[in-house]
């Protein structure tokens, strides 16, 4: 998945991978991170909350890849 952190602007591309597979360095993102759980069952184009501990925030997902 590629989206957009609206707050900074920055775009960044992860994997959507189990808490087991978690490995930022090499872009695998937990599905059960706060981004992971925002992102599930998303689509291209929504703009949606993420509640991280450092406070909340939004995203806009700009394109999801399954494979």
């Known amino acids: 998945v590629e989206f957009t952190h609206l707050g900074n602007g920055r775009t960044m591309t992860y994997t959507i991978v ?17 981004i992971g759980i925002a992102l599930m069952g998303r689509k291209a184009g929504e703009t949606v909350d993420v509640n991280a501990p450092a406070g909340k925030f ?7 890849t399954i494979e």
């Open 18 to 34: 189990s808490h087991h597979e978690m490995d930022l360095e090499h872009g695998k993102l937990s599905c059960n991170s706060p």
């Open 58 to 64: 939004q995203i806009r997902i700009d394109s999801v």
